[in-house]
């Protein structure tokens, strides 16, 4: 299995520009997770997925951003407009069945976003 | 509100050593624990996951515990190779609801010297 593939991996961009970071999660997985990581704050959930619906978004920090996933093989998550204090390594993870204790994560390679 | 600590953030051992790396956090009302590898650049990986019925899990090298009651897990990693640097992630799932969260420690970076 090709693991949780996330695109871009490095993202500059300027402050004020749209940016979308895509996510494919494992085949098979119900659940997707998007984190963010950084040196402040640590790992942190911004929003879960649960059979392609959103279960959990109280993590997102703000209207700037937002997340789909149309579909069971596929999530986005936007910022709009990009700041300079949004400027992390965010993470997509997938998960069989979350929620049983059992089950762990599996993250993707991350996407390190800077925004100047 | 769940607060995940991991002491010592760094920590730099000759190859060969036994080590300990410790992870406590202050709601005992945990589904499990779990612990993470991440090497630089790159995501997580899971290396043990605790369930809160049990006490300790094996992985080779590794060996987890966890006291529930006192709010405390350590990683104990035997005969330390450099392969083995990399970032250690502690991370709880809280029971009673949200039992899908992972609140993470900030992690401890290990280097193992040849």
């Not at chain 2, 760094?10 to 190859?15: D, G």
């Not at chain 2, 006291?67 to 897990?73: A, E, F, I, P």
Request: with cysteine; glycine share 8%.
């Amino acid at each position: 299995d090709a693991g949780v593939i996330q695109s871009p991996r490095h993202e500059v961009t300027e402050m004020g520009q749209e940016v979308t970071l895509r996510c494919k999660p494992i085949s098979g997985h119900n659940s997707l997770f998007w984190y963010r990581q950084t040196m402040m704050r640590g790992l942190e959930l911004l929003i879960y997925f649960n059979n392609n619906v959103p279960i959990d978004d109280s993590g997102m920090p703000e209207d700037r951003f937002s997340a789909k996933m149309p579909n069971a093989s596929f999530s986005t998550l936007k910022i709009q407009p990009s700041e300079p204090r949004d400027s992390a390594v965010y993470f997509c993870a997938s998960s069989p069945r979350p929620g049983t204790g059992t089950d762990t994560q599996y993250f993707g390679p991350g996407t390190r976003l800077t925004v100047l | 509100k769940q607060e995940v600590t991991q002491i010592p953030a760094a920590l730099s051992v000759p190859e060969g050593e036994n080590l300990v790396l410790n992870c406590s956090f202050t709601d005992s009302a945990i589904y499990n624990l779990q612990w993470f590898r991440q090497d630089p650049g790159k995501g997580l990986t899971s290396l043990l996951l605790i369930q809160s019925s049990q006490r300790e899990q094996t992985s080779g090298r590794l060996n987890a515990s966890l006291d529930k009651s006192s709010g405390r897990s350590t990683l104990y990693i035997a005969a330390s190779q450099p392969g083995d640097s990399a970032t250690y992630l502690c991370a709880v799932i809280r029971s009673g609801g949200s039992n899908y969260k992972l609140t993470f420690g900030k992690g401890t970076l290990l280097t193992v010297n040849p």
